[in-house]
Structures are given as C-alpha cells and as structure tokens.
C-alpha cells in the first residue's frame, strides 16, 4: 500500500526526495572534487621525490640591504661549497645519489634571441631526484663529466623560444661568451605556477643542464646579475645538493642530521633546507581537512532533504486521516500504520539516493571533461587561462557514506510522521472530512 501510495501521487513523491537526490550529488561531486585536488598535488610533491633532501644556496638577509639609498655592486661569496658536498657524501654513504648542481652564466643567447640564464652545472644522476627527462637526442653522460665537454641539454621552453624553426639537436648556443652545442631535449614539465615550481625554485622547461666539469672549469664560481644601471655578481661554489635518501623511513631521520651539519658549517643562514616527505605529509593532512570541509558543507543537503521529507509526511498524515481510520476500525494495528509510513519515507529516501549517486558520478565526470573546456567558450572564455583544470577522483568510500547517510536520514526523519499516524483515534479519524 505504501509503494502504490508513492506511485499515485509521483510528482508529489518526486519533489520529495528531490533535496536528498542532490545532497547526495552534492557530497560525491565535492568530495570527488576535494580528493582530485589532492591527488594532483600530492603526486607532483611524490613526482619531485618523497625521499629526496635538498639543500639550497641563499643570499643571506643582509646581503639585500642598501647603504644610503643609492645603488650599489658588490660580490658575496656564500652558500654551499665543494668542501660541504665532500663532507655530505662522507656522512651518507648509504645515500642512494647525491646530486651537486651549480648555477652558471647571466644570459643565453642565440643569433638576436637571449633570455637571461637559467643555466646549471649537473650530472648524469640528476633525472633520478627530479622530473626531468630526455624527449629527444640524450641527456649528460660519464663522459662528458670526465672531458668536460662544451654540450648542453635544453628545457623545452628555451627549444622553442631559440629554436622556433630549427632543430635544436646539434645546433649551437652560447651562455655568456662560451658556445656549447646542443645534443638533448627535455620533455615539457608542468611545474609552472604549482606547487612543484615553489618547491624547485624555477620553472623546469627554461633550464640548461651542463656537465658540472664545464660548469666548473670554463664558467667558474662568479655569476653576474645585470639589472637597469646596476649590477650584482655572487660567487657560489654549489648552487643546490640534493640527496635521495636510502628509504622513506630514513628521510626525516638523514634529513636532521644533514640540518645539523649545515648549522655547524654555515652560520649566516646563507643555506636552506627542504624536504618534500614533509610537505607531503602536511599536504595529506591540509587536503583531509579540506575534505572534511567539503563533506559537511554538502551534508547540510542532505540535512535540507530529510527535513523536506518529513514535512510532506506531516502534511500526508492529515491528508490521509480518514484513510488511516478505515484502516484501524478494519483491523490494522498501530505497527501497521507505522510501517506503512515508514516504508514510504525509506522508498524516497533510498530512490533518492540512488538517483542521486548517478547524478553526482555524472557531475564529477562533467566537471572534470568540462572545465578544461572553458578556455574556449565563447563570451567567458577570456576569463579563464589556458591550462584551466579542475582533476576529479570519485571515491567510494563518499559514494557509500552519502547514500547511507541519505537513507538513515530519511528513517530518521520519517520516524515522527509514522507516529503521530499511528497515534490517530480511530473514532475521530472516521469523522475526519
């Protein structure tokens, strides 16, 4: 009697459980959304290394006050030195690589192009504790380490910014005055504007990598800033270390000692420390929350729909007082009348739900194949940049909360309308017109 009940009044039972349809829609898309976010930052942290340490050479505060007011030039020599990477790589021997880059050149330049320097001294271990890699040609070997050949190996922004129209592969470019030849391209890396940029410091697709050796040998230890009239020139032996770490276990345990050599070697606060493992554990921690947040801001919906429910109940209770009175003078019992009512309550609940949990799949996937969309739309799609994203990742664990949440709600709700049917006096509900 309950489910003919629903089917006879159907747009009735529609728009009743229409507030529990999209609550539930509602938790699954923001939650799918929230943990897709999440995801995506979470593994550009994982892609950057969760057991890397790096160590990072930094003007030390006072080196960036001015005397007077007027501009001035200097030399500062700080930062790391071969003699920290020496005594490092003798305090970590279990370390699975140890990675010296140095920074090199003020600008790069070929025929009338040039951009100032993103150019780094490395070695053929550093693909291993970054995300770079080769899409064309090679990366740095042993050999050119050991003859300190004149190669380069170019991110993918400075291949088609110098090379618009050429192939980069066995071409030149200079950094500075010095001409190397380019014999590698790396594949385009999406760090910009991310988290991944803050934790590298610069933009990937912009570098130059050559061998430490040339770095060394043929560039030296000076780098030379030019800026309208004036000019800064540092000189730093290692621009940045970075160290795998033998597990992820050890990661915290090697990253305090390391921190403890470098308090005792450089007093100036001219190093900085960085370790991804932490971020990704406060990212975990930050994205739960957000989740969490997420959660209940759409579980008021849900809240929105029982009460919605329990509502109409209350209304069909008076409508259908004589009903009830025939049915108690026939022989029905108060536990029929209840069941009844709550079988009706439970059907829209759960209906609801369901129609809800497809509703609110579709949605995650729309948002997902939407949003990157928006760059060309019509009208609104100047608002929007071009690498516009919005990652989704449904959960089941929201799927079967929200639907669960959705049918207790309606129980719950529907607990009080069955009662107070039940509790109708048979005499006065046969009265009732």
Known sequence: MGLTNLRLHLLRSVLTALGIILGVAAVITMVSIGEGSKREALATIE????????????????????QGGEQRSWVMKYGLTRDDLAVIRENFRDAEVIVPIKEIGSEIL????????????VTPDLPKVTMVSVDRGRYITSADIDEATMVAVIGYEVARHLFPFDDPL?????????????????????????????????????????????????????????????????????????????SRDRVMVDAKRLQRIIDVRHKQLDVQMIVPYELLEEARKAALTWNLVLGSVASISLLVGGIGIMNIMLATVTERTREIGIRRALGATRKDITTQFLIETGVLSAVGGLIGIGLGLALSVGVEFGVPMLPEAPLIGRFFPADTALPTQITMWSILLSFGVAAATGLVFGIYPAIMAAKQDPIVALRHD
């Open 47 to 66: 892609r950057l290394g969760a057991r890397n340490i790096i160590v990072r050479s930094v003007r030390p505060p006072e080196s960036n006050q001015q």
């Open 170 to 246: 066995g071409n030149t470019l200079r950094i500075d005055d010095h001409t190397l030849e380019v014999v590698g391209v790396l594949r385009p890396v999406g760090l910009a504007g991310g988290a991944g940029a803050q934790l590298v410091g610069r933009d990937l697709n912009f570098d130059v990598h050559v061998p430490m050796t040339t770095a060394s040998m043929v560039f030296g230890d000076s780098v030379v800033r030019r800026q309208s009239g004036s000019f800064s020139a540092s000189e730093v032996e290692i621009s940045e270390i970075s160290m795998m770490a033998p």
């Open 110 to 121: 070929r025929a009338d192009k040039r951009r100032a320097s993103q150019a780094y001294g």
